[in-house]
Nanobody, 124 residues
Framework: EVQLVESGGGLVQPGGSLRLSCAAS????????MSWVRQTSGKGPEWVSN????????YYGDFVKGRFTISRDNAKNMLYLQMNSLKPEDTAGYHC?????????????????WGQGTQVTVSS
């Protein structure tokens, strides 16, 4: 059974930083591209970032603009998202997601591939 458990969210002031973590289990983590997606109440999910299975190729949504860094540790089955220069509009639930074979790395995977999420709130 695929399990993805996120942590590291919280309340931060604008301009602050957070590092999100995702612990993966139940599948061959090192074989899969992984993504971060975010969702706010009343809006559809939004793709944030993707990293390939080897950890050497990463992509980001245009709104990131150099503020976020995705990384992974295949030895520990961990995925990370370092978020700097946070803005109020970054407020959302952040989910790590396994990218199914054959799926576009730029699309939002179906929710059965997500973890339960960690809430990020950016507010003064």
């Amino acid at each position: 059974e695929v399990q993805l458990v996120e942590s590291g969210g919280g309340l931060v002031q604008p301009g602050g930083s957070l590092r999100l973590s995702c612990a993966a289990s139940g599948f061959a983590f090192r074989n899969y591209d992984m993504s971060w997606v975010r969702q706010t109440s009343g809006k559809g999910p939004e793709w944030v970032s993707n990293i390939n299975n080897g950890g050497n190729i990463a992509y980001y949504g245009d709104f990131v603009k150099g503020r976020f860094t995705i990384s992974r540790d295949n030895a520990k089955n961990m995925l990370y998202l370092q978020m700097n220069s946070l803005k109020p509009e970054d407020t959302a639930g952040y989910h790590c997601a396994k990218v199914p074979d054959g799926s576009s790395i730029f699309s939002v995977p179906s929710q059965d591939n997500w973890g339960q999420g960690t809430q990020v709130t950016v507010s003064s």
